[in-house]
């Protein structure tokens, strides 16, 4: 199921955007309802003093009380109801609702009459003071007060209210969620480009050249260099793949070549059968050689193509040194040179079996082959910092520094003649540098042209 960005953070946003606006438009409306309904609260008891202002003590019987309404004062749609102990003084025509629905005292009501809504206060106990007479409040007659006004101006109003905050309201989420679509569309073209400029590289082409303007936002600017290093690295793997698999033809085409001709030449004619064992154990140095070849190809490929590690144990440094020296050793007497080495103490390195073997044996044969007779080949190991540094150092021809930058690249040999005679392949530095990469470690050389090499090579240690 495709998910999309721009429709999920769209989403999100009116989400957000209409459940604010709701909960805006909600709490102003009741806001603005409560206060109206506290002005209509003041205007109802504003009446009720009114409407008891119309009462008074009869001059004839002082114990009772005389109502007499004055419609100048009193609202036509307004129902009370006025009493006293002895019984009703006044009411409207409809004034049973008012006083089946009335709470207890003090509190304002609401309630239906004739399908009209109507909003009441009932306040009891009220004492109508003569003026003329010297009585108190406690001896004073009372009487009790119910007063209703009808609610539909009020309930027009505030339906208009709604109405005008819900249209508002829509207004604002509609607007706010188009301007929402726009920012987040035009937020979201860098990755457009992004996907353009990636859709664009190829095999042939690894380029990855974004504009000025996307290279320079905050939010797609790591993932800009991130991507250029990777187009990068991407292009230079493979541009060493092709040259690799161009190279290894190139040796391999070169071997076949040369054994394919001493063939021919041993076929040639009636010779001995000398000349014919001459020119088959040409044929079998030659494929020696190109098994030689093979067996490193598929070495450099089994260490870097595996992303898994074997079988992993933690090994003795030095052991795996004066195994790799104990079987270059005879090699090394035959050219007359010598293998010493120098440890410091014993350290433990988390490796995969008969891998640094390899690397040791590697770096003694490459030295070998380089260096003068009656020579020294030293091998030192020492400790820093939980890093084991081992020291390959020969005294042999040296490198030359505009070969230096190449040195661990496959197939790559100082000389560019490719005959036979230069020994190698090219592969052995470079397999060197994958084991030592597959170990977490680090190999650096130096050399001088006539002096000498020397490999430095780290590896993390328990």
Not at 32 to 59: C, G, K, N, P, Y
Not at 417 to 434: D, E, M, P, V, Y
């Given at each position: 199921?495709?998910?999309?960005?721009?429709?999920?953070?769209?989403?999100?946003?009116?989400f957000?955007?209409?459940?604010?606006?709701?909960?805006?438009?909600?709490?102003?409306?009741?806001?603005?309802?409560?206060?109206?309904?506290?002005?209509?609260?003041?205007?109802?008891?504003?009446?009720?003093?009114?409407?008891?202002?119309?009462?008074?003590?009869?001059?004839?019987?002082?114990?009772?009380?005389?109502?007499?309404?004055?419609?100048?004062?009193?609202?036509?749609?307004?129902?009370?109801?006025?009493?006293?102990?002895?019984?009703?003084?006044?009411?409207t025509?409809?004034?049973?609702?008012?006083?089946?629905?009335?709470?207890?005292?003090?509190?304002?009501?609401?309630?239906?009459?004739?399908?009209?809504?109507?909003?009441?206060?009932?306040?009891?106990?009220?004492?109508?003071?003569?003026?003329?007479?010297?009585?108190?409040?406690?001896?004073?007659?009372?009487?009790?007060?119910?007063?209703?006004?009808?609610?539909?101006?009020?309930?027009?109003?505030?339906?208009?209210?709604?109405?005008?905050?819900?249209?508002?309201s829509?207004?604002?989420?509609?607007?706010?969620?188009?301007?929402?679509?726009?920012?987040?569309t035009?937020?979201?073209?860098?990755?457009?480009?992004?996907?353009?400029?990636?859709?664009?590289?190829?095999?042939?082409?690894?380029?990855f050249?974004?504009?000025?303007?996307?290279?320079?936002?905050?939010?797609?600017?790591?993932?800009?260099?991130?991507?250029?290093?990777?187009?990068?690295?991407?292009?230079?793997?493979?541009?060493?793949?092709?040259?690799?698999?161009?190279?290894?033809?190139?040796?391999?085409?070169?071997?076949?070549?040369?054994?394919?001709?001493?063939?021919?030449v041993?076929?040639q004619?009636?010779?001995?059968?000398s000349?014919?064992?001459?020119?088959?154990?040409?044929?079998?140095?030659?494929?020696?050689?190109?098994?030689?070849?093979?067996?490193?190809?598929?070495?450099?490929?089994?260490?870097?193509?595996?992303?898994?590690?074997?079988?992993?144990?933690?090994?003795?440094?030095?052991?795996?040194?004066?195994?790799?020296?104990?079987?270059?050793?005879?090699?090394?007497?035959?050219?007359?040179?010598?293998l010493?080495?120098?440890?410091?103490?014993?350290?433990?390195?988390?490796?995969?079996?008969?891998?640094?073997?390899?690397?040791?044996?590697?770096?003694?044969?490459?030295?070998?082959?380089?260096?003068?007779?009656?020579?020294?080949?030293?091998?030192?190991?020492?400790?820093?910092?939980?890093?084991?540094?081992?020291?390959?150092?020969?005294?042999?021809?040296?490198?030359?520094?505009?070969?230096?930058?190449?040195?661990?690249?496959?197939?790559?040999?100082?000389?560019?003649?490719?005959?036979?005679?230069?020994?190698?392949?090219?592969?052995?530095l470079?397999?060197?540098?994958?084991?030592?990469?597959?170990?977490?470690?680090?190999?650096?050389?130096k050399?001088?042209?006539?002096?000498?090499?020397?490999?430095?090579?780290?590896?993390?240690?328990?």
């Amino acid at each position: 199921m495709k998910r999309s960005i721009r429709k999920t953070i769209l989403v999100v946003i009116c989400f957000a955007q209409g459940l604010v606006t709701a909960t805006c438009a909600t709490g102003i409306v009741l806001y603005v309802r409560s206060q109206r309904l506290a002005v209509l609260d003041t205007r109802i008891e504003r009446r009720m003093t009114t409407l008891v202002a119309m009462i008074q003590v009869d001059d004839a019987n002082p114990s009772k009380l005389v109502f007499t309404p004055k419609d100048s004062l009193h609202h036509r749609e307004d129902n009370y109801v006025v009493r006293d102990r002895k019984g009703f003084l006044g009411s409207t025509h409809d004034f049973k609702p008012l006083l089946q629905n009335s709470p207890s005292a003090g509190e304002f009501f609401s309630f239906m009459s004739q399908g009209q809504h109507f909003r009441g206060r009932l306040t009891r106990h009220i004492p109508i003071i003569d003026p003329d007479s010297g009585n108190s409040n406690e001896t004073a007659p009372r009487v009790d007060v119910w007063y209703a006004v009808p609610m539909g101006s009020f309930d027009k109003t505030s339906r208009k209210i709604v109405w005008i905050t819900l249209l508002v309201s829509l207004f604002w989420i509609t607007s706010s969620c188009l301007i929402a679509w726009f920012s987040v569309t035009r937020g979201m073209l860098p990755l457009g480009e992004l996907a353009q400029q990636a859709s664009e590289i190829t095999e042939r082409k690894w380029v990855f050249s974004v504009s000025d303007e996307v290279r320079e936002i905050s939010e797609t600017r790591p993932l800009v260099l991130s991507l250029e290093e990777l187009v990068a690295r991407l292009g230079a793997a493979f541009k060493r793949e092709r040259t690799f698999v161009s190279d290894a033809a190139h040796e391999l085409k070169t071997a076949v070549a040369i054994q394919k001709s001493s063939l021919q030449v041993a076929l040639q004619g009636k010779s001995a059968a000398s000349c014919y064992r001459n020119g088959l154990e040409r044929a079998l140095e030659d494929v020696d050689r190109l098994q030689a070849l093979v067996h490193r190809m598929l070495s450099l490929a089994s260490i870097e193509g595996s992303s898994q590690p074997r079988d992993i144990e933690w090994v003795a440094l030095d052991e795996t040194i004066l195994e790799a020296c104990d079987q270059m050793d005879p090699v090394a007497r035959a050219s007359r040179l010598t293998l010493k080495t120098h440890f410091t103490g014993r350290y433990y390195v988390a490796s995969e079996e008969g891998l640094l073997q390899t690397l040791w044996g590697t770096l003694i044969e490459n030295a070998i082959r380089y260096s003068p007779p009656d020579s020294v080949i030293k091998l030192e190991c020492s400790l820093r910092d939980h890093w084991a540094t081992v020291v390959v150092e020969d005294h042999g021809a040296g490198i030359q520094a505009e070969d230096l930058p190449h040195i661990f690249e496959r197939f790559y040999r100082g000389d560019t003649s490719r005959s036979r005679n230069t020994g190698g392949f090219g592969l052995g530095l470079a397999i060197a540098k994958a084991i030592v990469e597959r170990h977490n470690g680090e190999i650096e050389l130096k050399s001088e042209r006539g002096v000498g090499t020397v490999i430095r090579i780290s590896l993390p240690c328990a």
